[in-house]
């Protein structure tokens, strides 16, 4: 009887991996057999599982669950009204966005995440809860993009699905995500420090045990210096190297291979054989390796973590610019109230100096406002009443009275933040080759470091298990699995802070390989603000007629009708606008029209239009009762770098097209202005969409370039499609990238900046393929220790690392004379 009580006692739970009390008898049936468990939490959490049909998360978690207390056990009613506090939408709104009607997504931060299976076991688990479109979990932030029907579920029915099978769903805040990189930075630079410490202790000894061989040292000396190295080695080994055995480990129940595989089997291999001399007082001792080999294998870790960190880090400093107050307006009182609470219609004073606290309209006043954080561009751009400005942007001059259109998750910077999310969990065509060959490769290691040891085990079995293990170290695809995802991470953060948000993985490949760029015209290649260009008056004076038209147009809401505001007096009375055709109104008891010929020399009888002038842009006729009175010609001002981007583009050998729906001659006078001979004017959006995919069935490989609701079906039908930064937010959404600055120059950073990556992933896989090729002849012929390795495996994926943060700064754009200069001068010479 005391021995079965003492095997009760030790016995641990089959789920969470605590003690079972004695006397317990909670049995649950996984697999088919009988399995204990702790408590009637952990039996109901693994009853669910199992009931559910996931019962692989059994087979494929590398550590125990989390303990139920927080989740298991029935959830108590008092969690329950807790979770049921996110259904409100006064909490909701400053993390959930509405997609549309019912339609809701959320980012949540998940505690108690421990491996790959946890990830697959809650997003199989939710994604089969009714109502839920998608559940998917980003292993490296701990963070998951939940997306769901309200109409037949609910966010807190959903937190509490998460409870039930031992997890912790929390709203994601920037706050609690950079506490989750700190607290994983921490583990990375304690396991660091540990295997540096043991490394320097370590190879003390072994500089000591070299020097015995070379010059004699007495057996009792040898032995105390193994038995000090194995005491120093053995938190090295079992504690700082345990990451890639939890790797290897999950990698092999789940029949996969990663480099964690060979560099677990090179790290026990030789520490077993260490441990093995020393208790046997025989063969050789290799603490030194172990100690060495895990070091610098942390150190190419440490800076991918970091790199890995950086996009993450990305999204939290974008949110972070929110301020925590604002100063609301009330009854004419400024109240200090948080920044969380504030509503639509809610009217706030932002003085200069301070930030905006939300997207929203000026309403009163007029200043300069820091948009570098979302734009890039340094110089603050000019605010007037009416204008909507940016939450997070920073207000520079005057103080501005600002109405709040836009709150929580529905803001410019929480959809930002979403679109970057959305790009990391896409990986480009690149990176999944990557992946394949570095898992053939793994194989080959293995089967290589196998042949080499058969070999050497019969030519001389006193060097096979050294020359085996500088096999497995030396040939390592560190380098191999860093080349593409350093480089992308690089490129991408780059483009972001200079005002190109990448939302979709292939983007960076597809504009390296671009050979066309078709634009649209208005509010991409121009301004997509009208402005007044010329009067042309046919009697009267200039300013009359400037005075006459900006009455007429003072109350319409028409894109036209902005180009007249700055002439705007007193408002016309009795005013009607006919569709398409023009406005109609009266001013000091004279009836007056502006719009199209026909339409206003209808007032006039028996009077014919005047003959249109013969210059380009958009004509509009004023007429009065007893006759014309002045054309007023419109022009859509060119963005003021789009003649430099449209040649630096054509000097990179890209084809420039335009494609309009405008047919009047303003459309083929901007393609003239800016050198595109290729134009299509006056086209439907599906005659756009068309033209498109004609193109790339001819082998194009295309690049759209568009901001309006008519644009969405060619960018959603383009190989590539970027959105303007004041395009609609559905353009956006079907977008692969956001212009978020006017720039269209940064179209060409990109282009060059992608050329780039490609060219150092193609440098960085080179190197990796280079490398394992000369190592692996020298390392099976003997000619490189394992330490020796260690330091060879560790410095090719630092040179990776460090190709790829060439990465980080624009690429110089040459002059667009330059070839041709260059020409001339090899002529001349």
Not at 458 to 485: G, K, N
Not at 756 to 763: A, L
């Amino acid at each position: 009887m005391m021995i079965d009580a003492a095997s009760e006692q030790v016995r641990s739970c089959f789920h969470c991996g605590r003690d079972v009390p004695p006397g317990s008898d909670f049995i649950a049936q996984i697999d088919g057999k009988p399995r204990t468990m702790c408590c009637p939490g952990c039996q109901a959490v693994a009853q669910t599982i199992v009931d559910s049909g996931l019962d692989n998360y059994y087979r494929h978690r590398t550590g125990s669950s989390s303990a139920p207390e927080m989740a298991g056990r029935s959830l108590p009613e008092s969690t329950l009204a807790e979770l049921a506090l996110y259904d409100q939408p006064s909490i909701q709104k400053d993390f959930v966005h509405a997609v549309d009607e019912h339609r809701r997504e959320a980012s949540l931060v998940i505690e108690g995440i421990t491996c790959a299976a946890c990830a697959w076991l809650l997003d199989h688990h939710l994604s089969r809860q009714p109502g839920v479109e998608q559940a998917s979990v980003n292993l490296s932030s701990h963070r998951m993009r939940l997306c769901w029907d309200d109409s037949l579920t609910s966010l807190g029915r959903l937190l509490a699905e998460i409870y039930r099978i031992g997890y912790q769903g929390h709203p994601y805040h920037p706050d609690r995500e950079e506490q989750l990189l700190e607290q994983e930075k921490r583990r990375a630079i304690r396991r660091l420090g540990v295997a540096g410490v043991g490394l320097m202790q370590v190879m003390m000894y072994a500089i000591a045990l070299y020097a015995g061989a070379l010059q004699g040292m007495e057996e009792r000396f040898v032995t105390f210096i193994r038995w000090a190295s194995l005491v120093i080695a053995t938190p090295v080994a079992l504690y700082a190297a345990r990451p890639f055995y939890v790797a290897a480990l999950r990698d092999l129940r789940s029949r996969s291979l990663s480099m964690d595989v060979p560099v677990s089997i090179a790290i026990l291999g030789a520490f077993s054989a260490s441990v093995w001399a020393t208790v046997t007082d025989s063969g050789e001792v290799y603490f030194d390796s172990v100690t060495m080999f895990t070091f610098f294998l942390l150190i190419g870790r440490f800076l991918e973590m970091q790199a890995r960190h950086r996009t993450g880090r990305a999204g939290n400093a974008l949110l972070n610019l929110l301020p925590t107050s604002a100063l609301k307006l009330a009854d004419g009182a400024e109240l200090l109230v948080p920044a969380t609470e504030l509503t639509v219609g809610d009217r706030v004073l932002v003085k200069p100096g301070h930030t905006i606290p939300a997207d929203g309209i000026i309403r009163r006043g007029h200043s300069s406002i820091d948009e570098s954080a979302l734009t890039g561009e340094y110089l603050p751009v000019r605010h007037r009443e009416g204008e909507a400005v940016v939450g997070g942007t920073l207000n520079v001059e005057n103080p501005i009275e600002i109405e709040i259109s836009r709150t929580g998750g529905d803001t410019q910077l929480s959809a930002i933040v979403r679109l970057l999310d959305r790009a990391q969990a896409e990986k480009p065509a690149t990176a999944h080759t990557a992946d394949r060959v570095a898992s053939y490769f793994v194989a080959a290691v293995l089967a290589t470091a196998a042949g080499v040891s058969l070999i050497w085990w019969q030519i001389d079995p006193s060097h096979a298990f050294w020359v085996t293990l500088s096999v497995l170290v030396v040939t390592c695809p560190c380098a191999l699995s860093l080349a593409t995802p350093t480089a992308l991470t690089a490129a991408t953060g780059t483009l972001r802070q200079n005002g190109l948000l990448i939302t979709r993985g292939h983007v960076l490949e597809s504009l390296a390989k671009a050979t066309h760029i078709v634009f649209d015209k208005t509010g991409t290649l121009t301004e997509g603000n009208l402005s007044l260009r010329d009067v042309i008056t046919l009697r009267g004076s200039r300013e009359e007629a400037l005075r006459i038209a900006a009455a007429l147009e003072a109350h319409s809401e028409h894109p036209i009708a902005r180009a007249f505001r700055p002439f705007a007096t007193e408002p016309a009375e009795a005013l009607e606008s006919h569709l398409g055709q023009g406005l109609e109104g009266r001013i000091a008891g004279r009836c007056y029209r502006i719009g199209k010929p026909q339409f206003a020399t209808e007032l006039c009888a028996d009077t014919a239009p005047p003959p249109t002038p013969d210059q380009f842009g958009h004509w509009l006729l004023l007429c009065a009762e007893d006759g014309p009175i002045a054309w007023l010609g419109l022009d859509d001002q060119l963005r003021q770098d789009a003649v430099d981007s449209v040649r630096a583009l054509r000097a990179l050998g890209i084809e420039v097209e335009m494609l309009t729906g405008d047919s009047s001659p303003a459309a083929r006078d901007v393609a003239h202005k800016l050198g595109i001979e290729r134009i299509q004017a006056g086209v439907t959006p599906e005659q756009k969409l068309a033209h498109i995919r004609r193109l790339q069935q001819q082998g194009a490989q295309l690049v759209m370039v568009g901001d309006g609701i008519n644009d969405i079906p060619v960018l959603a039908g383009a190989q590539t499609s970027i959105a303007m930064g004041s395009a609609t937010d559905l353009a956006k959404t079907c977008a692969d990238a956001v212009l978020l600055t006017g720039s269209l120059g940064r179209l060409v950073d990109a282009v060059l900046l992608a050329r780039k990556c490609r060219s150092v992933i193609r440098e960085n896989l080179g190197w990796a393929l280079l490398y394992n090729v000369l190592a692996l002849p020298l390392a099976a012929a003997g000619f490189i220790a394992p330490y020796m390795a260690a330091i060879g495996m560790s410095a090719s994926s630092l040179v990776v690392v460090g190709n790829a943060l060439r990465l980080s700064k624009l690429v110089r754009r040459r002059p667009h004379n330059q070839p041709q200069a260059q020409e001339n001068d090899q002529a001349s010479g």
